[in-house]
C-alpha cells in the first residue's frame, strides 16, 4: 500500500501512479519473452553493399547531407567501475610477500600478468607515473619489487587518478606522438568524419549529472585546438537521464521496496530510458554510437567510410519513403501505384504485410501510410564472431505481425530449445552503429515515445545495504525502445567495432596507434 509520503515522492519524480503500478505487475508477471522466427542473415533480412554500391553511396554524401542538421548521439553515463572489475578484484587478494602464483597462472590478452607486463603502453601511463611521483613513488620501482597494489592504488582510488570512478569518456584511451585522448576526444574527431555539415559538427552526449561538470571542463578546455586543427565548430550538448525515467525497485515479494526512513527506492531505468533524450533533440539525422566504441586516427578509415554508406543510403530510402507518403494522400491513389508501394516497402524496407490482397484499397492506403509514416533506423551489423552484444532477427509480436529487431539473449526463453536454436544461429550480431531519421514527411518530428514496446524489458536482483531487492530496466534504446521503428539492418566489417569492456581491450592493435 503507497502512502501519502510515497505518492509526494513518485509525483515529484514526473513518474504517474498508473505507471508505478505497471511497474508492480512486471515485477510479478515478468516480461514476456520474444518470439523468435528465424535469425536475419545476409538477403534476408541484411543487406549486403558491394563495392560499386558503397562507392556510389559515398559519392554524394556532401551533396545529400548539405543543409541537414546531423547530430551525434553519444551514451556516455555510468562510472567506468566494471571496466577495471579484474584490477579491483587482484589489489584486494594480492599479498606484496605472498604467494601470489595463482594470480598469473593466465598470461592470455585479458589476464592481470598481460596488463603489468605491457603497462607502458597504455595512453594513462604518464599521467599514472607522474601521479606517483607526485607522492614520492616511483612506478617502475613498484615495478620491480611487485608491489603491484602501490600502481593500482594511484589508478583507480581517488587519491590518484581516481579511474574507478570517472567515466569512461573522460579515461585516457589513446597516445599519440604528441599527445593522448580521452575516449570523448574520440568522438569529437570521428565526428569530423561523418557528421559535419556546412562547417558544424554537432555532439549530444548523456551523462550522469555528478559527471557533467567535469565534462563540461575537459570540452571547454580542449575545443579551441580541436576547432583549429579541424577547422570547424563545435556544437556540444549535454543531457541527463530523467527522474521520470527511474523505475522503482521492489521486494523479492514483489512489494515497493522501501529504505529505513520509509521512502521508495528508485534506481535508474537502463539505457532504454535515453530515448527520452534523443526524443528532445531535433535533428534531421542522428547517429547513435557508445562512448567506449572509439579507434585512433590510423584505424578510423572503415568507421568513417560505413557511417557514410549507412547515412546515405537512409536518407535515399527517406527521400522515397516521403514521396509515396505524399502520394497516399490522394484517396484516389490507383492500384498500381499502391501494389509498387507495398512491393518497394516489403523489398526496400523489410516491411511484411498480412493479407495484403484481401484489403480494400482504402484499407491498403492506410496500411501503407501506418506502415510508412514512422521513424526509420538503419543499424550496422558485424559478422558474429563471439564478441557480445544483441543479434539481429525476424520476430513475431502478440499481433503475429513479423518485423526485424535487435534481440538480446536475455530476451529469449531459456526454457524453450527451439527458440535457443534460433538465437545461437545468429550469424550477426549488433554493434551499437546506428543512423535515424526522426521527422516525418511533412518535416515534424516523430513522437519516438509512441514507437516502444512497452513489454520489453527485464528484471534483476540487486541490493541495497544488507537487503536483496529487485530492479526492473526499460526496454532497450535500440531493442524496445525503437521496437516500432522501420529497421533495416546493414553488413559492415568488424573494424567498425573495437569497444573497450575491459582495461586490457586498450592494449588491443584498434587501440593502438602503430
Given amino acids: 500500500m503507497l502512502t501519502p509520503k510515497n505518492i509526494?515522492?513518485?509525483?515529484?519524480?514526473?513518474?504517474?501512479?498508473?505507471?508505478?503500478?505497471?511497474?508492480?505487475?512486471?515485477?510479478?508477471?515478468?516480461?514476456?519473452?520474444?518470439?523468435?522466427?528465424?535469425?536475419?542473415?545476409?538477403?534476408?533480412?541484411?543487406?549486403?553493399?558491394?563495392?560499386?554500391?558503397?562507392?556510389?553511396?559515398?559519392?554524394?554524401?556532401?551533396?545529400?547531407?548539405?543543409?541537414?542538421?546531423?547530430?551525434?548521439?553519444?551514451?556516455?553515463?555510468?562510472?567506468?567501475?566494471?571496466?577495471?572489475?579484474?584490477l579491483s578484484e587482484f589489489r584486494a587478494a594480492y599479498k606484496i610477500n605472498g604467494d601470489?602464483?595463482?594470480?598469473?597462472?593466465?598470461?592470455?590478452?585479458?589476464?592481470?600478468?598481460?596488463?603489468?607486463?605491457?603497462?607502458?603502453?597504455?595512453?594513462?601511463?604518464?599521467?599514472?607515473?607522474?601521479?606517483?611521483?607526485?607522492?614520492?613513488?616511483?612506478?617502475?620501482?613498484?615495478?620491480?619489487?611487485?608491489?603491484?597494489?602501490?600502481?593500482?592504488?594511484?589508478?583507480?582510488?581517488?587519491?590518484?587518478?581516481?579511474?574507478?570512478?570517472?567515466?569512461?569518456?573522460?579515461?585516457?584511451?589513446?597516445?599519440?606522438?604528441d599527445s593522448v585522448r580521452t575516449a570523448?576526444?574520440?568522438?569529437?574527431?570521428?565526428?569530423?568524419?561523418?557528421?559535419?555539415?556546412?562547417?558544424?559538427?554537432?555532439?549530444?552526449?548523456?551523462?550522469?549529472?555528478?559527471h557533467l561538470e567535469n565534462f563540461q571542463q575537459l570540452v571547454e578546455q580542449i575545443l579551441p585546438n580541436y576547432e583549429a586543427k579541424y577547422q570547424v565548430k563545435y556544437d556540444i550538448s549535454y543531457s541527463v537521464q530523467k527522474p521520470s525515467t527511474d523505475t522503482i525497485a521492489a521486494t523479492l515479494d514483489n512489494q515497493p521496496f522501501l529504505n529505513e526512513n520509509g521512502d521508495l527506492l528508485f534506481r535508474p531505468g537502463g539505457?532504454?530510458?535515453?530515448?527520452?533524450?534523443?526524443?528532445?533533440?531535433?535533428?534531421?539525422?542522428?547517429?547513435?554510437?557508445?562512448?567506449?566504441?572509439?579507434?585512433?586516427?590510423?584505424?578510423?578509415?572503415?568507421?568513417?567510410?560505413?557511417?557514410?554508406?549507412?547515412?546515405?543510403?537512409?536518407?535515399?530510402?527517406?527521400?522515397?519513403?516521403?514521396?509515396y507518403l505524399k502520394e497516399l494522400e490522394n484517396p484516389d491513389i490507383s492500384d498500381e501505384l499502391l501494389t509498387e508501394i507495398f512491393h518497394f516497402s516489403w523489398k526496400k524496407l523489410q516491411i511484411t504485410f498480412q493479407h495484403f490482397s484481401s484489403f480494400s484499397r482504402e484499407?491498403?492506403?492506410?496500411?501503407?501510410?501506418?506502415?510508412?509514416?514512422?521513424?526509420?533506423?538503419?543499424?550496422?551489423?558485424?559478422?558474429?564472431?563471439?564478441?557480445?552484444?544483441?543479434?539481429?532477427?525476424?520476430?513475431?509480436?502478440?499481433?503475429?505481425?513479423?518485423?526485424?529487431?535487435i534481440v538480446e539473449s536475455s530476451q529469449v526463453n531459456p526454457d524453450n530449445p527451439q527458440q535457443q536454436e534460433v538465437l545461437n544461429m545468429a550469424s550477426h550480431f549488433n554493434p551499437v552503429d546506428l543512423v535515424c531519421g526522426v521527422r516525418n514527411y511533412n518535416g515534424e518530428l516523430f513522437d519516438l515515445k509512441k514507437y516502444i514496446d512497452p513489454d520489453t524489458g527485464f528484471i534483476s536482483e540487486k541490493s541495497s545495504g544488507e537487503k536483496i531487492l529487485k530492479a526492473l530496466e526499460l526496454p532497450g534504446l535500440w531493442n524496445g525502445a525503437m521496437a516500432d521503428w522501420i529497421t533495416i539492418f546493414v553488413e559492415v566489417p568488424i573494424a567498425v567495432f573495437s569497444p573497450v569492456k575491459t582495461v586490457n581491450d586498450l592494449l588491443r592493435r584498434e587501440h593502438q596507434n602503430i
Fill in 8 to 86: 509526494e515522492q513518485i509525483e515529484k519524480r514526473g513518474i504517474t501512479i498508473q505507471e508505478i503500478e505497471k511497474q508492480l505487475a512486471f515485477f510479478v508477471k515478468g516480461f514476456p519473452y520474444t518470439k523468435l522466427v528465424r535469425s536475419a542473415s545476409k538477403n534476408d533480412g541484411i543487406e549486403v553493399f558491394d563495392v560499386k554500391q558503397i562507392d556510389e553511396l559515398l559519392a554524394n554524401y556532401k551533396v545529400k547531407t548539405a543543409g541537414r542538421d546531423i547530430i551525434k548521439f553519444v551514451p556516455a553515463s555510468g562510472a567506468a567501475s566494471r571496466m577495471f572489475k579484474q
Fill in 100 to 177: 601470489n602464483s595463482v594470480l598469473f597462472e593466465k598470461k592470455d590478452p585479458q589476464s592481470m600478468y598481460y596488463f603489468f607486463e605491457n603497462i607502458r603502453d597504455f595512453a594513462f601511463f604518464d599521467a599514472l607515473k607522474k601521479n606517483m611521483e607526485e607522492t614520492g613513488k616511483s612506478i617502475e620501482t613498484c615495478l620491480k619489487n611487485k608491489d603491484y597494489n602501490e600502481i593500482l592504488d594511484a589508478l583507480l582510488l581517488e587519491s590518484g587518478l581516481d579511474y574507478l570512478n570517472l567515466p569512461k569518456g573522460l579515461l585516457h584511451f589513446h597516445k599519440y606522438a
Fill in 184 to 210: 570523448l576526444e574520440e568522438h569529437l574527431v570521428e565526428g569530423v568524419g561523418y557528421a559535419e555539415s556546412d562547417g558544424m559538427v554537432k555532439l549530444h552526449f548523456t551523462v550522469s549529472p555528478e
Fill in 271 to 323: 539505457h532504454g530510458a535515453l530515448i527520452e533524450n534523443l526524443n528532445d533533440l531535433k535533428g534531421d539525422l542522428i547517429f547513435i554510437k557508445n562512448i567506449d566504441n572509439v579507434t585512433t586516427d590510423k584505424n578510423r578509415v572503415p568507421t568513417t567510410t560505413y557511417k557514410k554508406v549507412i547515412a546515405s543510403h537512409l536518407i535515399d530510402l527517406q527521400i522515397q519513403v516521403f514521396e
Fill in 363 to 405: 484499407e491498403k492506403r492506410n496500411v501503407a501510410i501506418q506502415k510508412l509514416n514512422r521513424p526509420i533506423r538503419i543499424c550496422g551489423m558485424v559478422k558474429n564472431e563471439g564478441e557480445p552484444g544483441g543479434g539481429p532477427f525476424w520476430t513475431k509480436n502478440s499481433d503475429n505481425e513479423i518485423s526485424l529487431q
